[in-house]
């Protein structure tokens, strides 16, 4: 059975950093896309961050980018995401999501994804 469990989430003040940890556990991570999405309250979910298989190629969405940090270690099955200058724009639930791969590529397309986890909230005042 696979499983993503999302960590990290919290509430902070403007400007301050969170890290956020996704644990992958029942499928092995090399072999899939890692991507971050987040959905507000009355809003659709959106994509945030994506990482290839082997951690060399990344993209994010034009609102986190130079902001936001994604990162994996296969080895330890998981995936981060470092998020700096937190705005309260970005409160949301956030989610981890795995996309089976045969090619290194990225993946930004939300119904690519093939498993989710439950979300961690992050809350950002002003």
């Known amino acids: 059975q696979v499983r993503l469990v999302e960590s990290g989430g919290g509430l902070v003040q403007a400007g301050d950093s969170l890290r956020l940890s996704c644990a992958a556990s029942?499928?092995?991570?090399?072999?899939?896309?890692m991507g971050w999405f987040r959905q507000a309250p009355g809003k659709e979910r959106v994509f945030v961050a994506t990482?290839?298989?082997?951690?060399?190629?990344?993209l994010y969405g034009d609102s986190v980018k130079g902001r936001f940090t994604i990162s994996r270690d296969n080895a330890k099955n998981s995936v981060y995401l470092q998020m700096n200058s937190l705005k309260p724009e970005d409160t949301a639930v956030y989610y981890c999501?795995?996309?089976?791969?045969?090619?290194?590529?990225?993946?930004?397309?939300?119904?690519?994804?093939?498993?989710w986890g439950q979300g961690t909230q992050v809350t950002v005042s002003s």
């Open positions: 999501a795995a996309a089976r791969r045969t090619l290194n590529t990225v993946v930004f397309v939300r119904n690519s994804y093939d498993y």
């Open positions: 029942g499928l092995t991570l090399r072999d899939y896309a």
């Open positions: 990482v290839s298989m082997n951690g060399d190629r990344t």
